[in-house]
């Protein structure tokens, strides 16, 4: 069964950050792509950044670059998520998904549960 677990959400105040993880298990992605995306109250689920498995290129949306970073550990099989001078804006569900195509389109295979992300002012 494959899965995908987010954590480390949580609140936080402004300027402050967090690291998302996303444990992946099930099957291999080495030909995949990893994307996180998040989706805030009564908004559509948005692209945040994305990377090869392999970990060459990574791609972010314009309103997180030079905030967030994405990165991979091979040999844990998770995805990370590096946020950095966090923003109320930034208040959301966090989603951990994979897709054999990258695209900044909600499009991706296999989904994790979400884990929130709450940035007070």
């Known amino acids: 069964q494959v899965q995908l677990v987010e954590s480390g959400g949580g609140f936080v105040q402004a300027g402050g950050s967090l690291r998302l993880s996303c444990a992946t298990s099930?099957?291999?992605?080495?030909?995949?792509?990893m994307g996180w995306f998040r989706q805030a109250p009564g908004k559509e689920r948005e692209f945040v950044a994305a990377?090869?498995?392999?970990?060459?290129?990574?791609y972010y949306a314009d309103s997180v670059k030079g905030r967030f970073t994405i990165s991979n550990d091979n040999a844990k099989n998770t995805v990370y998520l590096q946020m950095n001078s966090l923003k109320p804006e930034d208040t959301a569900v966090f989603y951990c998904?994979?897709?054999?195509?990258?695209?900044?389109?909600?499009?991706?295979?296999?989904w994790g549960q979400g884990t929130q992300v709450t940035v007070s002012s």
């Open positions: 990377v090869w498995w392999t970990g060459v290129n990574t």
């Open positions: 998904a994979a897709g054999r195509v990258l695209t900044k389109l909600p499009t991706y295979d296999y």
């Open positions: 099930g099957r291999s992605f080495s030909n995949y792509a």
